[in-house]
């Protein structure tokens, strides 16, 4: 991933009185309690897994997405998913809005995130990043051998490995154009004919007057104020993940193709408010 993407405009922030900071502690506690309570489940299970199993998780996965879903429930946020998550060996790509991602992503398929190596070294992010098996991945050309072999064995042990093809996030009523780098590890001769890759959109409406962008992650925002902010908002608005039809690797003659082809069919599962489609098109 890249930095974050910005769009030159101040992104929105609400206005925390009394009723927003109860609201943060009534959301917030049950949350964290979900978060690293299941968290601790996790590592004791994995801790048996692990030396049986290996690479293949058929138990911590179901953990994973038990808690992300409870866990937008517990925010306030309605959830729905369209589609169907795909049974072939491969990997899963998407649109990036925010931190929510994680949540909405996991909530109805076990997937494991292709992430920046630095994501590993922040405070709790990083643990909890580690221990749900996030793949990371450095720029540094020398680690390309050691990250290819990586990306085989956990793709072929049927991992869904999930990446972000614009490389960083935005405010969620645009798709930013997919980079291809991450796709030409799917290209491989061990890995072409076995694999597909399943497009998946993300879009978050925003409650009814409310900025459309509530939602999105992008400039200079920092996590915890985020946080915070979508722990107070009230209404809550809805997120919709639609599973596209997978494509077979073998089918594309590159990656930059097959990134198209992905980049396309994401943006075709977009689907903004009137609210968003005003303020984008002003922003043209």
Same mark, same amino acid.
């Not at 490389?167 to 969620?172: E, F, I, R």
């Given at each position: 991933?890249?930095?974050?993407?910005?769009?030159?405009?101040?992104? !929105?922030?609400?206005?925390?009185? !009394?009723?927003?900071?109860?609201? &943060?502690?009534?959301?917030?506690?049950?949350?964290?309690?979900?978060?690293?309570?299941?968290?601790?489940?996790?590592?004791?299970?994995?801790?048996?897994?692990?030396?049986?199993?290996?690479?293949?998780?058929?138990?911590?996965?179901?953990?994973?997405?038990?808690?992300?879903?409870?866990?937008?429930?517990?925010?306030? &946020?309605?959830?729905?998913?369209?589609?169907?998550?795909?049974?072939?060996?491969?990997?899963?790509?998407?649109?990036?809005?925010? $931190?929510?991602?994680?949540?909405?992503?996991?909530?109805?398929?076990?997937?494991?995130?292709?992430?920046?190596?630095?994501?590993?070294? =922040? !405070?709790?992010?990083?643990?909890?990043?580690?221990?749900?098996?996030?793949?990371? &991945?450095?720029?540094?050309? %020398?680690?390309?051998?050691?990250?290819?072999?990586?990306?085989?064995?956990?793709?072929?042990?049927?991992?869904?490995?999930?990446?972000?093809?614009?490389?960083?996030?935005?405010?969620?009523?645009?798709?930013?154009?997919? %980079?291809?780098?991450?796709?030409?590890?799917?290209?491989?001769?061990?890995?072409?004919?076995?694999?597909?890759?399943?497009?998946?959109?993300?879009?978050?409406?925003?409650?009814?007057?409310?900025?459309?962008?509530?939602?999105? $992650? =992008?400039?200079?925002?920092?996590?915890?104020?985020?946080?915070?902010?979508?722990?107070?908002?009230?209404?809550?608005?809805?997120?919709?993940?639609?599973?596209?039809?997978?494509?077979?690797?073998?089918?594309?003659?590159?990656? %930059?193709?097959?990134?198209?082809?992905?980049? %396309?069919?994401?943006?075709?599962?977009?689907?903004?408010?009137?609210?968003?489609?005003?303020?984008?098109?002003?922003?043209?």
């Amino acid at each position: 991933m890249s930095s974050t993407w910005d769009s030159g405009e101040e992104p !929105p922030y609400l206005r925390m009185g !009394p009723r927003a900071w109860l609201r &943060i502690v009534l959301r917030g506690v049950p949350l964290a309690l979900l978060v690293f309570g299941g968290l601790a489940l996790l590592l004791l299970v994995r801790l048996i897994e692990h030396p049986i199993y290996g690479y293949h998780r058929p138990w911590t996965p179901h953990i994973t997405r038990v808690v992300c879903r409870a866990s937008i429930f517990l925010l306030g &946020i309605k959830f729905r998913s369209e589609g169907q998550p795909m049974s072939e060996r491969g990997a899963v790509v998407s649109n990036h809005c925010s $931190w929510l991602d994680i949540f909405s992503l996991n909530a109805r398929k076990r997937v494991y995130f292709v992430s920046k190596s630095e994501v590993a070294n =922040w !405070p709790g992010i990083g643990w909890l990043a580690r221990s749900t098996g996030t793949v990371f &991945i450095d720029r540094d050309p %020398k680690q390309a051998r050691a990250q290819k072999d990586v990306f085989e064995k956990r793709l072929l042990a049927g991992h869904k490995l999930l990446f972000f093809p614009e490389g960083t996030s935005s405010d969620g009523i645009r798709i930013l154009p997919f %980079k291809s780098t991450l796709f030409a590890a799917l290209f491989t001769s061990e890995l072409k004919d076995e694999l597909y890759v399943q497009p998946v959109t993300i879009s978050y409406q925003a409650p009814e007057g409310a900025d459309p962008r509530l939602y999105g $992650w =992008w400039g200079d925002m920092e996590f915890a104020p985020h946080l915070l902010q979508t722990l107070a908002a009230s209404p809550q608005g809805q997120i919709t993940v639609r599973y596209h039809g997978p494509l077979k690797v073998s089918e594309f003659d590159s990656r %930059k193709e097959l990134a198209a082809a992905c980049e %396309k069919i994401v943006r075709s599962g977009l689907k903004l408010s009137p609210a968003a489609q005003a303020m984008l098109s002003t922003q043209r």
